[in-house]
């Protein structure tokens, strides 16, 4: 009986290492939203919450407009295309917060488990801090500039930023040097 389940677990152990593995870590996820979600879906979820969605025109991308989603109290939500959605402070309630202490925040509610400084940003010369998920995707702790006013956001307000970056994308090709 003994051989019997040994060799079960031997063979099952063979097979786990010979079959490819192809799990896939959650993507980012915060305010109910992720890049796993459709446009529409995260556009949805916002609605639930009380914003109302609108086309604003953009002063930097040759006047295309920018989908922004905005409650009553003007807190923003971008759903974002390609690139990335963005979540003003009213969002979460953060305006009256430095981006250090944002960034402490969404990592003591465990939305990732470290943000990482990335260099200078703007003319606020203030730290981006930044975590990379598994899949791709990145969520980053900012301050706004210019960009941001297509957004809804206010200038040198504290924001969120969740990147699609390869989110979703086929991985990249084995390297061979043969």
């Known amino acids: ?47 639930a919450k009380g914003y109302n969605c609108y086309w604003k025109k953009s002063q930097f991308k040759n006047g295309t407009p920018d989908l922004v989603c905005e409650n009553d109290a003007g807190a923003t939500f971008s ?23 944002v960034a402490q925040r969404v990592v003591d509610a465990g939305v990732v488990p470290v943000l990482t400084g990335e260099g200078e940003q703007d003319m606020f010369n203030a730290t981006s801090y930044c975590a990379e998920g598994d899949d791709g995707d990145k969520l980053c702790v900012n301050v706004s500039g210019e960009f941001g006013l297509n957004l809804g956001l206010r200038w040198g307000e504290t924001y969120i930023l969740l990147e699609k970056g390869s989110f979703g994308a086929p991985p990249p090709a084995e390297m061979s040097f043969d």
Do not use: Q
Request: net charge negative.
């Open 1 to 47: 009986m003994k051989a019997t389940n040994r060799l079960a677990s031997v063979t099952a152990t063979a097979l786990a290492c010979l079959l490819p593995l192809s799990v896939s870590a959650d993507p980012i996820s915060i305010f109910g939203v992720d890049w796993s979600m459709t446009k529409e879906e995260r556009i949805e979820t916002f609605e």
């Open 79 to 101: 759903p974002g295309d390609s690139w990335g959605m963005t979540f003003s402070c009213g969002v979460y309630n953060g305006c009256e917060y430095t981006h250090e202490e």
